[in-house]
């Protein structure tokens, strides 16, 4: 494989079902034929409400779905649906937007996300998937609320299918899903020798778009998130990160504080009796510098000679400067 392509995937999707399940044929079946039952719900003229029956379809044994799923009580099922309404909900859904609040309320009669995504990826494949966890985590997906967390993974699969499709066919968001599963099964499961799984692992790190976007999903992820409780969270894993995190606040902050924007040695000439209403008692020019130079191996050891920072020192850093910072924030 070259560049990292879920169409390929896409077409060994049938030879993960076998190793995974062991039964290709009846399992490809099983697609097909839900396909066609599902096809009457969708947009269209002869579109029907869906009831308890077509949402106990999935659950047939020539389809995997009843092996990872729990399958629903049909009595209780078609009470709850036909007191909430639910098949009013999903046709309310339009194929080209997202509603947080509908899926809030479909997730309600359904319960938990576990069935409502397999009934929403029958419904509308164009738009929504299955929700696997594994590879939510994969692709940095968030979500505040359970609605927002799957309208992002859905979204995110979207894009996926548009830029990481390299051919024909064109996948919908539910097939770049099973795609996606097909890659996560060959590097991940137990198919394969080592370097079999490496190579599909390899093909995926390495692609520079998967590289870029995966960073900007943690970017994102981020966003909003005060520096010094990142940080913080770098603690143990990361310390140097950590350090190099609290460092750069700490400029920032002291910056403000004297309201000039010079180097590091110019700002400590400038902290005199003038300046020492702004600053933390007992934080002198002389601890600053030992903050900045003497704490470990020092920043500028850090950043100009690849320097690492022990967890211990870290911590020290980083609880320095949030002392600092919050000195001068508004309580």
């Not at 009934?119 to 696997?132: K, Q």
């Not at 390299?166 to 996948?171: E, F, M, N």
């Not at 499961?189 to 093909?203: P, V």
């Amino acid at each position: 494989m070259g560049s990292f392509d879920l169409g390929e995937y896409w077409a060994l999707f049938g030879d993960a079902l076998e190793e995974r399940y062991g039964r290709k044929n009846r399992f490809e079946g099983g697609f097909a034929r839900i396909k066609a039952h599902y096809r009457q719900m969708q947009p269209g003229r002869y579109r029907r409400n869906i009831t308890a029956d077509d949402v106990l379809e999935i659950f047939k044994d020539d389809l995997p779905y009843e092996k990872d799923c729990s399958k629903p009580d049909h009595c209780a099922l078609a009470k709850r649906m036909e007191e909430t309404h639910v098949a009013d909900l999903i046709r309310r859904l339009t194929p080209d937007n997202y509603s947080k609040k509908l899926i809030s309320q479909i997730r309600y009669c359904f319960r938990d996300l576990g069935l409502t995504a397999p009934v929403l990826h029958h419904v509308y494949p164009e738009r929504y998937a299955m929700c696997s966890h594994h590879l939510a985590s994969l692709l940095f997906v968030r979500g505040r609320t359970v609605p927002e967390f799957y309208v992002d993974y859905c979204e995110e699969l979207l894009v996926w299918s548009k830029e990481k499709v390299l051919g024909p066919p064109d996948l919908n968001v539910a097939e770049t899903e099973f795609a996606l599963w097909t890659w996560y099964w060959f590097a991940h499961g137990r198919s394969g020798n080592r370097e079999s799984r490496r190579k599909h692992f390899t093909a995926f790190l390495t692609d520079r778009w998967v590289q870029d976007r995966r960073a900007l999903k943690i970017a994102r992820a981020w966003r909003g998130i005060d520096k010094l409780d990142l940080a913080r969270s770098y603690l143990d894993t990361e310390p140097t990160v950590a350090a190099i995190i609290a460092w750069r606040e700490f400029e920032r902050e002291l910056k403000r504080v004297l309201g000039h924007e010079g180097k590091m040695h110019q700002l400590l000439h400038m902290i005199d009796d003038s300046t020492s209403a702004t600053l933390p008692d007992g934080w002198t020019s002389e601890r600053i510098w030992q903050l900045w130079h003497r704490t470990g191996p020092g920043r500028d050891a850090v950043m100009h000679r690849g320097s690492e920072v022990s967890p211990e020192d870290a911590a020290s850093i980083v609880g320095l400067v949030r002392s600092f910072v919050d000195f001068n924030r508004p309580a």
